[in-house]
């Protein structure tokens, strides 16, 4: 069975930091795509960040560039996600989310299997 | 980016009966060197994660039931559900992954029973 679990939320102060984690089993994660997807509270989702299979190449949404790293070691299991500078509107929850685009090369950007989140809140 | 609209924003349905969703993005989403719509459709039940139901505008996932149908192409699609059941009381939501990584998704449309 697929399973993705998220740790490392909690309550931040703006302009602070935090490492999310999204550890898996029933797959092998050096094997897929992978994305981080938000979703503020009360809110719809936002589609954060994603790293290819051997974390060659890394894509991240406007609103986090600059900000957020998306990472993993292969030779480990979790995906990460740092969060620095972070701002009220980082609020939300966190999924680590697969890639349907399985193992070939290519992301298809849609996602068949997702974590249950772990929850963020950036607030002084 | 490709804005993602549907409507309505909520729906009451009796059990038993159809219930339909539309999406709609700003721009074409329809890629015609391969024939398809880069168009998902995600479940969202209270608490829980998204669950993929259809991707390709059309191509419902293993283990969906068939009471779940995508349609449209270009800019329009539905999704209906054709014989509401109470399971299916959740928040429904569209994905265009036609331009990347500036991937959308709609605003949500919340089902329930009427």
């Known amino acids: 069975e697929v399973q993705l679990v998220e740790s490392g939320g909690g309550l931040v102060q703006p302009g602070g930091s935090l490492r999310l984690s999204c550890a898996v089993s029933?797959?092998?994660?050096?094997?897929?795509?992978m994305s981080w997807v938000r979703q503020a509270p009360g809110k719809g989702l936002e589609w954060v960040a994603n790293?290819?299979?051997?974390?060659?190449?890394?894509y991240y949404a406007d609103s986090v560039k600059g900000r957020f790293t998306i990472s993993r070691d292969n030779a480990k299991d979790p995906l990460y996600l740092q969060m620095n500078n972070l701002r009220a509107e980082d609020t939300a929850v966190y999924y680590c989310a697969r890639d349907r685009g399985g193992t070939s090369g290519w992301s298809l950007y849609f996602f068949d299997y997702w974590g249950q989140g772990t929850p963020v809140t950036v607030s002084s | 980016d490709i804005v993602m609209t549907q409507s309505p924003d909520s729906l009451a349905v009796s059990l038993g009966e159809r219930a339909t969703i539309n999406c709609r993005s700003s721009q074409s989403i329809f890629y015609s060197s391969n024939n398809e719509n880069y168009l998902a459709w995600y479940q969202q039940k209270p608490g829980q994660p998204p669950k993929l139901l259809i991707s390709?505008?059309?191509t419902r996932e293993s283990g969906v039931p068939d009471r779940f149908s995508g349609s449209g192409s270009g800019t329009d699609f539905t999704l209906t559900i054709s014989s509401l059941q109470a399971d299916d009381v959740a928040v429904y939501y569209c994905?265009?992954?036609?331009?990347?990584?500036?991937?959308?998704f709609g605003q949500g449309t919340r089902l329930e029973i009427k």
């Open positions: 790293i290819r299979q051997d974390g060659s190449e890394k």
């Open positions: 390709w505008a059309s």
């Open positions: 994905q265009q992954y036609y331009t990347t990584p500036s991937i959308t």
């Open positions: 029933g797959f092998t994660l050096s094997s897929y795509w």
